[in-house]
Every structure is written in structure tokens, then in C-alpha cells.
């Protein structure tokens, strides 16, 4: 006789799950030319729109309209 196996798929792990539009700073640092430590010092004071996980990691994401004008006008 043989037995089938069900597998269920993991849910996010939390409920922050970033948008298709949020960026990490590593990605809004690559558009903008500068570091992603520089946009995350700039990010400090700004809650991050969810996270993304990235080469296994957890990191912060923002959506374009939550940055800072002085980061979207670059």
C-alpha cells in the first residue's frame, strides 16, 4: 500500500510581508548611488513598510511613497 504525504506550505512568518512596491535600503541605495548604511541613516526615524527576505535574511523595506521627499526627488 502506499502513503501519500501532505506537505503545507509555511505561512509569513509575521504579518509585515512588504508590498511589490517596497525597496530595501540596498536597492534604493543602488538607484540613488550611495550606500545602503546611508539610506538606512536616513531611514531611521521612518517605520519600514514590511520586510523582504533577502539571500535568507529578514530585511526592512520601504514603499517609494513613505520615503522622504528629499530621497524621492533623487
Request: some cysteine.
Amino acid at each position: 500500500m502506499m502513503h501519500t504525504r501532505i506537505h503545507k506550505v509555511n505561512q509569513p512568518a509575521n504579518s509585515l510581508c512588504a508590498p511589490a512596491g517596497a525597496f530595501t535600503a540596498a536597492r534604493i541605495g543602488a538607484c540613488l548611488g550611495t550606500s545602503p548604511q546611508a539610506v538606512r541613516k536616513r531611514l531611521l526615524d521612518i517605520p519600514a513598510t514590511g520586510s523582504r527576505i533577502i539571500g535568507g535574511l529578514e530585511a526592512a523595506a520601504w514603499s517609494i511613497d513613505q520615503l522622504p521627499e528629499s530621497l524621492r526627488k533623487r
